[in-house]
T-cell receptor, first 110, second 115 residues
Framework: GQNIDQPTEMTATEGAIVQINCTYQ??????LFWYQQHAGEAPTFLSY????GLEEKGRFSSFLSRSKGYSYLLLKELQMKDSASYLC???????????FGGGTRVLVKP | DVKVTQSSRYLVKRTGEKVFLECVQD?????MFWYRQDPGLGLRLIYF???????EKGDIPEGYSVSREKKERFSLILESASTNQTSMYLC??????????????FGEGSWLTVV
């Protein structure tokens, strides 16, 4: 089965760093996505990890440990516009469908 | 840019009505998906389709059906709407193999209220 857990809400200060953790128990797991979703808008793609390790894209980085069933999204130099929900999603090797966690709402304060 | 278009952003329907939510994508994607999103529950997969006239149940298919007569169009049907189907519905599409890093692209969402 699939069970994906991430914190419900996090608060951080502008300019700071925030790390959003995601744990999963997905049979046949083959990759992990992170999406950003602003209120009332569609989710937009941030990152996709298949192999263990850290992938960096500007202010955003994503890490995956397949053996631990664990990923995190790291947001650096936080800006007010980063206030959004961040969705962790696992993809199975077969079926091509994503299973999402409940999302983490990040609030950036001045 | 990939574009996934959902025909209605906001709908209000009565209990028992038949509801159609339409989704069109313009990138010749094989896979199309319907999710619903509820506070605290995240996105839950209702149905998906990996080819024309093909469909598979997702995690919460009860009360819904789908239709994929053309590759670019995937419709979600609520045969008899109920108040517990009040939600935000998201359509998405992707190439056949997301494992290569191809992402899933989402539409803007359709907010359905059943009264």
């Amino acid at each position: 089965g699939q069970n994906i857990d991430q914190p419900t809400e996090m608060t951080a200060t502008e300019g700071a760093i925030v790390q959003i953790n995601c744990t999963y128990q997905t049979s046949g797991f083959n990759g992990l996505f992170w999406y950003q979703q602003h209120a009332g808008e569609a989710p937009t793609f941030l990152s996709y990890n298949v192999l263990d390790g850290l992938e960096e894209k500007g202010r955003f980085s994503s890490f995956l440990s397949r053996s631990k069933g664990y990923s995190y999204l790291l947001l650096k130099e936080l800006q007010m516009k980063d206030s959004a929900s961040y969705l962790c999603a696992a993809v199975k090797a077969a079926g091509n469908k994503l299973t999402f966690g409940g999302g983490t709402r990040v609030l950036v304060k001045p | 840019d990939v574009k996934v278009t959902q025909s209605s952003r906001y709908l209000v329907k009565r209990t028992g009505e038949k509801v159609f939510l339409e989704c069109v994508q313009d990138m010749d994607h094989e896979n199309m998906f319907w999710y619903r999103q509820d506070p605290g529950l995240g996105l839950r997969l209702i149905y998906f389709s990996y080819d024309v006239k093909m469909k598979e149940k997702g995690d919460i298919p009860e009360g819904y059906s789908v239709s994929r007569e053309k590759k670019e169009r995937f419709s979600l049907i609520l045969e008899s709407a109920s108040t517990n189907q009040t939600s935000m519905y998201l359509c998405a599409s992707s190439l056949a193999d997301p494992l290569s890093g191809n992402t899933i692209y989402f539409g803007e969402g359709s907010w359905l209220t059943v009264v």
